[in-house]
Nanobody, 119 residues
Framework: VQLQASGGGLVQPGGSLRLSCVAS????????MGWFRRAPGKEREFVAA????????WYGDSVKGRFTASRDTAKSTAYLQMTGLQPEDTAVYYC?????????????WGQGTLVTVSS
């Protein structure tokens, strides 16, 4: 499956963005979707995940209460709604897909979209 992330950009502190991840070449409903980010000079960080059904979500501690992961199976698209953005949220954001919810390993990765939070 191929993943195409989009929606990044420049936003002021306190602002919002919605990232999208369109999947193609596979059965979207079979995949659990995840979001990760890598800030300059830092290791990749787990941001959020949503199960294949959309019934369960998980979030990294740094984004809980501010970010929301969701999916639209009809559009083969996963979303990451980000609110209350802060400069420390600046990073390249990646979407990923996996078939097994119980494993921490993801099978497929998108190319990333840059989010910059700055005044």
């Amino acid at each position: 499956v191929q993943l195409q992330a989009s929606g990044g950009g420049l936003v002021q502190p306190g602002g919002s963005l919605r990232l999208s991840c369109v999947a193609s070449g596979g059965t979207f409903s079979a995949y659990n979707m995840g979001w990760f980010r890598r800030a300059p000079g830092k290791e990749r960080e787990f941001v959020a995940a949503v199960t294949w059904s959309g019934g369960m979500t998980w979030y990294g501690d740094s984004v809980k209460g501010r970010f929301t992961a969701s999916r639209d199976t009809a559009k083969s698209t996963a979303y990451l709604q980000m609110t209350g953005l802060q400069p420390e949220d600046t990073a390249v954001y990646y979407c990923a897909a996996k078939t097994e919810a119980s494993t921490p390993l993801y099978d497929y990765w998108g190319q990333g979209t840059l989010v910059t939070v700055s005044s």
